[in-house]
């Protein structure tokens, strides 16, 4: 896949939530965090489209979306 | 008006969050094409602030991890740490640092062995030379 998060915009997203401004991460920590944040989404999507599926629909909807929220949120 | 403009008066985090919203949307088309469905623009949005704050959780979690370990640094350990309930997922980061790890002791060794190499040759080239002049000769 070619599509990933920016590992440079994953820091800045991090950075700006550390309570502590000395917290840093090293490279390994940020290119494994990057891939989770990525199969996040990308889980998000697959979970939804399989939704649509079965609830037998073209396009997906925010009500997929919803159903499959809860789930999706407990497994990361 | 212009809307470069606007893009420069959005707030540091503003911009953050049009990034994850950019990248969303790519993996979105990407995966769409694969799957043939269409996913409509809410759903996007949805997904992209979902994990907006997923992302504050996950730095939470990692910096809370790393302070428990007494380290100020966070590393791969903490990144596993937070995936350790879904095994699967584990399982996967795990694979990826052992061949990161494993890729970068590779090219440890080959930069070695290539600047080895490149002495010795350097050191016999001028010499093979010489014999190549005086046997042609």
């Known amino acids: 896949m070619a599509a990933t998060f920016k590992q440079k915009t ?3 997203i991090m950075q700006q939530y550390f309570k502590d401004e000395k917290t840093k991460m090293n490279t390994e920590a940020l290119s494994l965090l990057t891939e ?21 629909e073209d396009e ?9 929220l809860p789930q999706l949120l407990l497994d990361f | 008006m212009s809307n470069e403009e606007n893009f420069e008066n959005l707030t540091f985090v503003q911009r953050l969050k049009a990034a ?3 990248t969303t949307l790519k993996i979105c088309k990407e995966d769409c094409e694969e799957k043939d469905v269409k996913l409509n623009r809410m759903v996007v949005a949805a997904i992209s602030e979902t994990t907006w704050k997923k992302c504050e ?7 809370l991890f790393a302070k428990h370990a007494k380290r100020s640094t966070i590393n791969a350990d903490d990144v596993k740490m937070l995936v350790r309930k879904s095994p699967k997922l584990l399982e996967y980061i795990t694979g990826i640092q052992e061949e990161m790890s494993a890729s970068k002791a590779e090219t440890k060794k080959k930069t070695k062995k290539t ?5 010795a040759s350097t050191s016999n080239a001028p010499a093979l ?9």
Request: hydrophobic share 35%; proline share 0%.
């Open chain 1, 36 to 56: 989770v944040i990525t199969i996040f989404v990308q889980e998000a999507i697959t979970r939804t489209a399989k939704q649509a599926k079965k609830d037998g």
């Open chain 2, 129 to 137: 030379v010489d014999i190549d002049e005086n046997s042609m000769t």
């Open chain 2, 20 to 22: 994850v919203h950019h």
């Open chain 2, 115 to 119: 600047k080895g190499k490149e002495t």
């Open chain 1, 60 to 68: 997906v909807t925010l009500e997929q979306f919803e159903k499959i």
């Open chain 2, 57 to 63: 959780h996950f730095a939470t979690d990692l910096e």
């Open chain 1, 10 to 12: 994953v820091q800045s």
